[in-house]
């Protein structure tokens, strides 16, 4: 246990700030691979968890337990306000989220309506106090989060998880005007959850724009950045560090720095010398182990993070997966994993 008057680690090194170590925790750390998540869904389906704050505090937790993690994130999904306003969408099982009824006009656009969190959702608000009344006295930050409005977007378009995003990127140059209108209302969700979640303990913010890789940088410079920029101009204030995150980002890294975001996740797919090259100074970095390395001998992953940290800048890295935890994975390896980065980064003096 650290020095609870400082801010935590996580936290400091998000600011960029010389840290004792480097932090570490993974995207989707929860849920899927752990044993004892599986045990928490036998009482409901994830939305139903969402809704029910002893159980999403608890799932929240698992892998703070269990891999000693430097942060926990809150257990969500990216659809659960849209859940949560009653727009129609499922989460199926083997499949990611299902919408029954597309958004393909202006006119659908009414369906999607302001987020207020308090009203739509108490159990967001009450989850995140639970959370943070466990982690608080241990100095371990609450990440909150929220999907970006162009991967939120793809799956509203599209009506449920796609690997080339067409139908999505087909309304963005046929209708700019629908789908700018589009991203704007998913903003103004993003925006209220984040809040929300900020005021009721989360101490970082993660925006996922998972799917933004399938865009040009044109078409990121044209469609997307403007709306980003208000994003994370809208969370400024707050005072949280907010970082943004997608796949297969390599040729938009600038960009996504242009949004304000004060941290910038990496994939797996490019070198952090060379991410730390395109990003300016005043951003961290976080990433950028592949996944799949998780599910290799252990010989394989030492070698695998040692060569991660050995290309991270000497301050402001987090220590992450290049994308989420596979489902697959070994419930024992994230913690192998936090313990290779703690020795291998411990030795860094603040001298
Ligand atoms: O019912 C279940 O248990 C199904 C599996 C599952 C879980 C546990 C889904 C369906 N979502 C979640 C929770 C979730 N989703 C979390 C918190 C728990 C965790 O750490 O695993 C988080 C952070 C998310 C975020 C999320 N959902 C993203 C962004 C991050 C990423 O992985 O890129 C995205 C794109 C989603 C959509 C989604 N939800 C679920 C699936 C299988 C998918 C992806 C579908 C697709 O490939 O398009």
Redesign the pocket.
């Known amino acids: 246990m650290g020095d609870l008057s400082a801010a935590p680690l996580l936290v400091r090194a998000l600011r960029g700030e010389p840290v004792e170590r480097t932090p570490v925790w993974f ?6 691979s752990l044993p004892e998540y599986k045990e928490v ?1 036998k009482q409901g ?2 939305l139903e968890i969402c809704h029910r704050p002893e159980l999403a505090a608890e799932v929240t937790l698992q892998p703070v337990r269990r891999h000693g993690v430097d942060a926990a ?1 809150l ?5 659960t306000p849209l859940d949560a306003i009653g727009f129609g969408v499922e ?1 199926k ?1 083997g ?3 299902v919408v029954a009824d597309p958004i393909r006009s202006h006119a659908d656009l009414a369906r999607l309506r302001d987020f207020e969190p308090d009203e739509d959702m108490p159990a967001l608000r009450k989850t995140i106090e639970l959370i943070v009344a466990e982690l608080g006295p241990q100095g371990i930050p609450l990440i909150g ?1 929220a ?1 970006a409005p162009f ?1 939120l977007a793809s799956y509203l378009v599209e009506g449920g ?1 796609s690997k080339q995003q067409s139908l999505t990127k087909a309304m963005m140059l046929a209708d700019p005007e629908l789908f700018e209108a589009l991203l704007r209302r998913l903003s103004a969700i993003a925006v209220a959850s984040l809040r929300t979640q900020v005021d009721a303990g989360a101490q970082v913010v993660q925006v ?1 724009d ?1 799917w933004i890789g399938t865009l040009s940088r044109d078409q990121y410079r044209r469609f997307v950045l403007p709306v980003m920029t208000d994003l994370f101009t809208e969370l400024k204030d707050l005072g949280v560090p907010r970082t943004i995150f997608g ?1 297969g980002t390599g040729h938009l890294l600038d960009l996504l720095a242009e949004t304000g975001a004060d941290c910038v996740g990496i994939d797996w797919r490019i070198d952090l010398r060379d991410a730390r090259a395109l990003v300016p100074d005043r951003c961290t970095l976080q990433g950028n182990l592949d996944p799949s390395v998780m599910l290799a001998p252990q010989s394989v992953i030492e070698t695998e993070v040692r060569r991660v940290l050995d290309s991270a800048p000497d301050q402001g890295h987090v220590f992450n997966l290049g ?2 935890v596979l489902p697959e994975t070994p419930p024992e390896v994230p913690g192998e994993i936090v313990r290779l980065v703690r020795e291998h980064t411990a030795k860094k003096s603040l001298a």
């Open positions: 995207m989707r750390q929860a849920g899927r869904r389906s994830l994130i257990f969500s999904d990216i659809v989460v099982a499949v990611g989220p989060f999907g991967t998880p996922f998972s796949v994308h989420g």
